[in-house]
């Protein structure tokens, strides 16, 4: 957890925690943060980094057309665009924080296949590359070629 929480640090959590508990462990927001820029309500995954951005960062990236939805580490001013899980800036969906109806957004990716590209993630972790799309099941070679240029991790 870094940013503008009181107690930015790495933290042991619960399987299942939400970004809400991950800002609760590290003492909550300092008066300079910007909670509009998080999700709160999402999942965490193992290893993970939070950055809770300043209400100048905030201000940064809204002015600039980006409007982080979970910034995670590295993320800011390149996290989450218009919709949650969008690298900003790059139109790219960001495998490790879309959700399923982001996900569907992407070429060949239905209603079932997103929630099991979300199921995996929270059960193994993030996709380090775009190739562990084949750790879901019905995501082959092809389907992964179709969407390369059009995700992030």
């Known amino acids: 957890m870094a940013g503008a929480v009181r107690h930015p640090g790495v933290f042991e959590l619960d399987e299942g925690s939400r970004v809400h508990d991950a800002v609760t462990a590290a003492g909550g927001c300092l008066e300079s943060a ?12 193992d290893g993970e980094q939070l950055v809770v951005p300043t209400q100048d960062e905030w ?4 002015e600039a057309g980006s409007l982080p939805g979970a910034v995670a580490a590295g993320e800011l001013g390149g996290g989450a665009g218009a919709s949650a899980g969008s690298s900003a800036g790059s139109g790219l969906v960001d495998l490790n924080a ?4 982001t996900l569907e957004t992407l070429p060949g990716i239905g209603p079932a296949t997103a929630a099991k590209i979300v199921e995996e993630r929270e059960a193994n972790g993030p996709f380090a590359t775009v190739d562990d799309l084949a750790r879901v099941s ?15 991790q």
């Open 98 to 101: 879309a959700d399923a109806a």
């Open 34 to 45: 910007a909670p509009q820029g998080l999700n709160l309500a999402r999942t965490l995954a």
């Open 138 to 152: 019905g995501i082959g070679p092809k389907k992964i070629d179709a969407i390369r240029e059009l995700v992030a």
């Open 59 to 62: 201000a940064k990236a809204v």
